[in-house]
């Protein structure tokens, strides 16, 4: 029996995020009242307003994962006064450069958080199981095809 997903069953939030940028490498984003820029060091064209799109992307996974650490915590009646992030990401350059056997994402993303908890070591995995299987960027990173997605949470 086919699986058949219907459009009514589905509680679909859109995000929308315009983007500016001339002729240089600066890219002014924006996202309600929020606006952010991304960009490179002036040694690559840049003017250094902001973090490269690579970073960003990296920096919005801490902070998916963070907000749903929060929600999912409070869920679990869990306590802890704080998470420090770490993501990683590598990358093969030849992709970025046109080698057309290169795939141009990440090879390879980790990401690390670092919780103050007196929680024990059983209910900081059960948290980040349940904060990995509900976080939208976090499941599309371990669902990029040729790349290896690592998160894990330990005590700080």
């Not at 069953?9 to 859109?14: D, E, S």
């Not at 064209?45 to 996974?61: F, H, R, V, Y």
Request: aromatic share 4%; glycine share 8%.
């Amino acid at each position: 029996m086919a699986l058949r997903l219907s459009m009514r069953r589905l509680a679909l939030m859109p995000f929308v995020v315009k983007a500016e940028g001339a002729m240089s490498v600066t890219c002014k984003y924006t996202s309600g009242k929020h606006a952010q820029f991304t960009d490179e060091p002036a040694k690559l064209g840049g003017q250094d307003k902001g973090p490269n799109p690579l970073e960003t992307s990296l920096g919005a996974l801490c902070g998916c994962l963070h907000v749903l650490s929060v929600g999912v915590a409070n869920e679990m009646k869990m306590k802890f006064d704080k998470i420090d992030w770490t993501a990683k990401g590598e990358l093969d350059v030849k992709g970025l450069k046109g080698d057309p056997n290169v795939q141009s994402h990440f090879q390879k993303v980790t990401v690390e958080g670092k919780i103050a908890t007196n929680e024990s070591d059983d209910r900081i995995h059960e948290l980040l199981e349940k904060v990995e299987r509900r976080c939208p960027l976090s499941s599309l990173m371990a669902n990029v095809n040729g790349m290896e997605y690592v998160a894990t949470m330990t005590k700080a």
